[in-house]
């Protein structure tokens, strides 16, 4: 870890500060790209090394900054939190980063202005038209590579103002939709003259009520899911004697009972004579931000001060332990049922003690598998009927649906149901080869998606859903149908999450990334070009496979002993795809 101070913060906020003021000094613009890019590297690791100190800023109106200022801030500490939220890579966020510091840049004083109720003059209207364009032309002039950013001014306009407006225009770029939801909480938790502001948990609440972008909801899920209770910097007085700053939530390790830590300032008085305390309750305020001009509550306390009462008292706060627990907890899950080969009834019972949601979904497998109509309510019971062969399967196949849910993909709603679907498919494909149990499929292909969307190289922000699962000349592969066409497409399973996977079905999907080169086809590369190009068909009616995958259904039509392409969609089809207009 870097040695970041609170000097450093103060100087990060500063420089904010002055970076709003470029527009109106040409002479500096040539400077834009070195500055925007030291800020968002700053920023980012800011966030990561000391986010409490980062989530406070939220609570804190800075009257020296202005509200331009304030509001940039506000908006970057958000966006961070919907990216950390949504397992976004470092790179792409520093794109975005950038995007928020040169939002305003063009418009500074108008946007100060605004906030203020003043009326703005025919010339001031006419650069706000056109701030959009011509934060474009001051990034070409600064020679900030062309990409996400210039994209992202080029729709902000328009998506802010259908997020704004309720309306049910489908919004699928990714970073756009960061930049114009981040903005609009923004502005409804800053200070300012012509605007009720609230916290940030009435913010979300109200977007939230009124949005129509599935999209823009489930980001908003993900924030309050990540976000602690209360913010830090939240304050509460007591008495008239004192006020007491929230500074995060923490278990007792002795008895686990909830504790808060909090900054006690005795009234009248500055940070200085103040305190940390450690209570065994705290009265929930989430209250809006307010003006403070006390630099030892904005910046001091949450460094050294905060470090040292946190290792004195080997205090680690809720909200950061408990998401990095559940990956553990369930990789951990996962190499148990792997290292054995033989389970026992009672075995799986006792693995299962204490995961619940596992055992919930064997006893609905178990019960829409039984033909009596029963419904299976214990999970030795379900164990029992599904057996102790295929049971560690299937808990396999609910691990990683799970592993997949938690990796927080920004396009996971979109993504979703297709990989849910290519599952189904190869399941029921499967069935036509025998002695193996058809899980081995689908938890192999859950497996592989689960590397292509954990990927640290890649940006989760640029996924992109073609309009069609395959256009023209494009290669039969699962990264194809899912719409990741940014990824390479050799060497993916190397890094498998699971060393008990069956050989034959790594060795297809490995066949299936070298499409036009294999020479030794097995009836499981033949199962997953099947359900592949079935799914592909539900999907996109309009696909027409090139001649070589031709080739190939038709042989493997044969080797799977199925009647003709028509008779297998028509078994893939009563599966109803959900969602297939959607996608």
């Not at 003059?121 to 006419?126: H, L, R, V, W």
């Not at 103002?161 to 309306?167: C, E, G, P, V, Y």
């Not at 627990?325 to 033989?342: A, E, F, G, V, Y």
Request: glycine share 2%.
């Amino acid at each position: 870890m870097s040695a970041l101070t609170a000097n450093d913060l103060a100087k990060l906020l500063s420089d904010t500060q002055k970076l709003m003021l470029f527009y109106y000094s040409k002479d500096k613009w040539h400077q834009i790209f070195p500055l925007i890019s030291h800020l968002a590297e700053q920023y980012d690791l800011f966030y990561i090394e000391h986010k409490q100190a980062m989530l406070a800023q939220l609570t804190f109106y800075l009257s020296k900054q202005g509200y331009t200022t304030n509001l940039v801030i506000n908006q970057i500490i958000i966006l961070l939190t919907f990216c950390h939220s949504s397992q976004i890579n470092k790179a792409a966020r520093q794109k975005l980063i950038s995007a928020c510091l040169c939002q305003y840049i063009c418009y500074q004083k108008e946007n100060n202005a605004i906030a203020m109720g003043q009326t703005l003059s025919p010339e001031s209207i006419k650069l706000f038209k056109m701030r959009n364009k011509l934060t474009i032309k001051l990034l070409d002039y600064g020679k900030v590579p062309q990409g996400i950013i210039q994209n992202i001014f080029k729709n902000l306009s328009r998506y802010t103002q259908t997020i704004s407006d309720h309306q049910s225009s489908c919004l699928l770029d990714t970073p756009t939709i960061f930049i114009a939801t981040s903005a609009l909480l923004a502005k409804k938790i800053t200070l300012a003259k012509n605007t009720q502001v609230m916290n940030l948990q009435n913010a979300v609440a109200q977007i939230y009520q009124t949005s129509k972008q599935t999209n823009v909801l489930l980001l908003l899920k993900k924030l309050i899911q990540y976000l602690p209770c209360e913010l830090p910097g939240s304050v509460l007085v007591f008495n008239n004697d004192y006020r007491s700053y929230y500074i995060g939530e923490f278990s007792d390790e002795l008895n686990e009972n909830t504790q808060y830590l909090t900054y006690q300032v005795p009234l009248k008085q500055s940070s200085k004579q103040g305190r940390f305390s450690i209570n065994n309750a705290w009265l929930k305020t989430n209250s809006p931000q307010q003006v403070c001009q006390d630099l030892g509550l904005i910046f001091k306390i949450w460094f050294e001060p905060l470090t040292s009462i946190k290792q004195k008292n080997n205090i680690t706060f809720n909200f950061i332990k408990n998401h990095e627990s559940n990956h553990t907890q369930q990789n951990h899950l996962m190499s148990i049922i792997s290292k054995k080969q033989h389970n026992t009834i009672d075995n799986l019972c006792d693995i299962l003690s204490d995961q619940n949601k596992i055992c919930l979904s064997l006893c609905q497998l178990a019960t829409d598998s039984n033909r009596t109509g029963q419904t299976i309510t214990s999970v030795r019971h379900a164990i029992m009927l599904l057996g102790t062969i295929r049971a560690p399967f299937l808990i396999k196949k609910i691990l990683l649906q799970h592993e997949l849910q938690q990796l927080n993909h920004p396009n996971w709603y979109l993504i979703e149901q297709r990989v849910l679907s290519l599952v189904e498919a190869a399941e029921l494909t499967a069935t036509n080869i025998y002695d193996f149990l058809p899980e081995e499929v689908s938890i192999t292909i859950l497996s592989y998606c689960y590397i292509l969307l954990s990927q640290p190289d890649a940006s989760p922000s640029l996924y992109v859903l073609k309009d069609s699962a395959l256009p023209k000349n494009v290669q039969l592969s699962i990264e194809n149908y899912l719409g990741l066409t940014w990824l390479p497409t050799n060497n993916k399973f190397e890094s498998s999450i699971l060393t008990t996977l069956s050989t034959k079905w790594i060795n297809a999907l490995t066949n299936l990334q070298a499409f036009n080169s294999n020479k030794n086809e097995t009836l499981e590369f033949y199962a997953i070009v099947l359900s592949l190009v079935g799914v592909t068909y539900a999907y996109d009616c309009e696909y027409h496979p090139d001649a070589y995958t031709e080739q190939l259904l038709k042989l493997a039509i044969k080797k799977l002993k199925f009647k003709s392409l028509d008779t297998y969609l028509e078994k893939t089809h009563e599966f109803h795809f959900k969602n297939q207009l959607t996608y």
